[in-house]
């Protein structure tokens, strides 16, 4: 894990979801939401797979870009955690320390993994 002193927010109550920012998008959308939905998971699978090659290749600068639009695309949707952990990856970039972040990368990974599962069932109801 990052020993980084102020990466506390671990230690807090994890926000998968915020359900006011997905039931807002929900109803902007209407009918359209769910290809919305699609698009993002697929898209964020497609960064993540680019953010493990940005890291192997020590490439800073693409990291930071492909965080960046994970993290704009997580808040839109409300996928908090993402959207943190994408905010931490791309301070690790901007410290031009993503050679280290394979941690942090799989943690993303898992974050999307809930994400999916918490938008699923809540596109059920």
Not at 79 to 100: K, N, P
Not at 113 to 118: K, S
Request: charged fraction near 25%.
């Amino acid at each position: 894990m990052d020993e980084n002193p102020h990466n506390n927010t671990a230690d807090q109550t994890v926000e998968i979801l915020n359900d006011e920012q997905f039931e807002d998008m929900r109803d902007l959308l209407e009918e359209d939401f769910a290809d919305l939905i699609q698009v993002y998971l697929t898209d964020s699978q497609q960064r993540i797979q680019s953010l493990r090659i940005a890291q192997q290749q020590n490439d800073n600068a693409n990291g930071f870009e492909i965080a960046h639009a994970l993290k704009g695309a997580s808040a839109n949707l409300g996928t908090t955690q993402l959207m943190r952990l994408s905010s931490q990856l791309q301070d690790r970039c901007r410290e031009q320390r993503i050679s280290e972040q394979a941690a942090l990368i799989e943690d993303i990974a898992a974050a999307l993994q809930c994400a999916e599962q918490t938008i699923k069932q809540r596109m059920e109801q």
